[in-house]
């Protein structure tokens, strides 16, 4: 079974007033579980509103929709489906408000309804999980913490729901080079531990042309490409019909095959690292 | 996320009045206010008649029609501006049906009683106040928020002489204005996260709900400050000083509209106290005298 299913999904903001804009138009794609898949594309091209649907807090009204099997424009299912995908907005830490690291993580499992050894069992799971020491983070004020550990408490906040899927929303953004590769170690460790089917919203091709395993690129609130990275990124044309750029692998593969090099297309660093290593055997011998 | 929040009432327009300089609104908004107060509501001691008083607040209608016809601004905007007050007008009208003790007793239950110039009176009030609050909703309707507060800042420079801080109030009121939308599109995004982590703020009773408000509340102020923070930096880097005197962007400069505006309703305000002290109850007596009064 699919984890998430979408078919012909439209949306438009401010529908039959002067302000009526179309942010998605006929949007149709498949995740798989276990998958990690990537919505890319620029700002305004309907990422968000893309999300948004998957957990119900936009209500679809065009389209139709399952996301675990379950119907997403039955009403009944709202509740459940919160819970099932957990969803990491853009600059989660933003969202904190306890006074306690622990009450924050808290939150979410309480909203479930779950007894409090089950809250706690879960709170103390998600704080270690998100690699911060429960005896020394749980009773300090989210507010006293840095901005990496901020927004580990906020990831904490989601997966303490112990959701089915999870979709984050440019973790990334904002971190140094550093934090960005925590943030990414975390997600492959959230993935391959807690959650295995993950959703990620970017606008850095590098990172999702590591992680993914399938993309779709939005450009004005249509699908452009559907495949995975290698598919999405030998589009010749991909730079022009997204505005987005080429991974930075790939950008120099295509470089060097204009100087006339026979080599492969790649993705990722790795795959021109050793790219680069077989042309350079073959010129040896 | 929620692009179709128009921001206050602001309705864009190219009309005549939207043309007007904010000052002249600011104070005709005023005069028509004075004048809507001095048409007599009361029965008074040297006027018996209980009508006494329906002629000007038919010449304030006519204003009133004469100035939304100029704004161009729908009839459902300004409407909208008296459903919020609705309320209170009508325990106002009920509380002075009832208390009034003038006139003749037309029905009465115990302590409550209704006398004829009661219903007069009701009348009055409710036309006072409905054209009160149609008449204020013009100046929001057909001026941007911006030249109000700027506006406003050129009407009150005369109290810098007594170390009113006028600029800096104007300053603080064209801030909070301006960071409305932002702080809006802030909490939309709050309750979105909050809400996908479980939240609802439509469940429960009223205490429920006043909790359930928190979690947004508080990333809400943290955020406020973070962006206090950050503007006061960004006004301290281009060497903002409230001190000194500043020249503005946009001169505002009243015109030939502000002059006819001008004589227009102060010609309105001198007909109603006309009406009041000179005229007595003539023009009351000749077009409501034959079917209303004795």
Redesign the interface.
């Given at each position: 079974m699919s984890a998430i299913e979408i078919k012909n999904l439209t949306y438009t903001?401010?529908k039959k007033?002067p302000?009526e804009?179309t942010a998605l138009k006929d949007v149709s794609f498949v995740v798989e579980e276990g998958e990690t898949f990537g919505i890319i594309g620029e700002t305004g091209s309907g990422k968000?509103t893309l999300i948004?649907h998957l957990?119900g807090?936009i209500r679809m009204k065009d389209g139709e929709g399952t996301v675990l099997g379950k119907d997403i424009k039955d009403k009944k299912n709202l509740?459940q489906l919160?819970?099932d995908v957990?969803?990491v907005?853009q600059y989660?830490e933003?969202?904190?408000?306890?006074d306690t690291v622990e009450q924050d993580v808290a939150?979410?499992p309480k909203?479930?309804g779950l007894q409090k050894v089950e809250i706690d069992r879960r709170v103390r799971k998600a704080i270690e999980l998100v690699g911060l020491n429960y005896d020394r983070f749980a009773q300090r004020s989210p507010?006293e913490l840095s901005g990496g550990e901020k927004r580990r408490v906020a990831i904490a906040?989601?997966i303490a729901?112990e959701p089915k899927i999870l979709v984050l929303d440019e973790p990334t953004a904002g971190l140094d080079p550093q934090g960005r590769e925590d943030i990414l170690a975390l997600i492959r460790k959230l993935k391959e531990e807690v959650c295995p089917t993950i959703i990620i919203v970017t606008h850095n091709m590098d990172e999702i042309a590591k992680e993914a395993d399938h993309i779709i690129a939005l450009f004005k609130g249509e699908i452009v490409y559907n495949g995975t990275p290698l598919e999405v990124f030998s589009h010749e044309d991909f730079k022009e019909k997204t505005r987005l750029e080429f991974p930075t692998a790939t950008y120099i593969a295509n470089e060097i095959r204009k100087q006339g090099v026979d080599i492969k297309q790649v993705v990722t660093s790795e795959e021109l690292v050793s790219e680069l290593a077989r042309i350079k055997e073959g010129k040896n011998v | 996320m929620f692009k179709d929040i128009s921001f206050g009432q602001y309705y864009p327009s190219n009309s005549f009045v939207h043309k007007l300089d904010a000052r002249t609104k600011l104070l005709l908004t005023i005069v028509f206010i004075v004048a809507l107060f001095f048409i007599p509501s009361n029965v008074s001691n040297r006027i018996e008649q209980a009508w006494y008083g329906y002629f000007g607040y038919m010449m304030t209608f006519a204003v009133l029609l004469t100035i939304i016809i100029l704004a161009r601004v729908p009839i459902a905007s300004i409407l909208k501006s008296i459903k919020g007050v609705l309320l209170i007008i009508v325990i106002m009208a009920v509380i002075n049906l009832f208390v009034s003790n003038q006139g003749e007793v037309l029905w009465a239950w115990r302590r409550l009683h209704i006398t004829d110039a009661a219903i007069h009176t009701t009348i009055k009030l409710i036309l006072r106040l409905v054209m009160l609050i149609i008449g204020a909703s013009i100046l929001p309707l057909t001026t941007t928020p911006v030249a109000l507060s700027d506006g406003l800042e050129s009407l009150l420079k005369p109290l810098k002489v007594i170390r009113v801080p006028v600029h800096d109030m104007a300053m603080i009121l064209s801030i909070a204005l301006r960071f409305i939308p932002t702080l809006f599109e802030e909490t939309q995004k709050i309750i979105a996260t909050q809400k996908a982590r479980g939240a609802s703020f439509d469940t429960g009773n009223i205490f429920k709900r006043a909790k359930a408000l928190i979690p947004i509340l508080i990333p809400l102020f943290v955020s406020s400050f973070r962006r206090a923070d950050e503007l006061a930096f960004a006004m301290d880097s281009r060497c903002y000083n409230a001190t000194s005197k500043r020249t503005k962007y946009r001169v505002s400069k009243m015109g030939w509209r502000d002059a006819l505006a001008f004589i227009f309703m102060n010609a309105y305000l001198v007909a109603v106290l006309m009406d009041r002290y000179y005229w007595v109850f003539e023009m009351d007596r000749i077009i409501f005298g034959g079917w209303l009064g004795k």
């Open positions: 903001y401010s007033t302000f804009q968000s948004q957990n807090l509740k919160r819970f957990g969803m907005f989660p933003y969202q904190l408000f306890a939150f979410g909203n479930m507010f906040g989601v729901m | -």
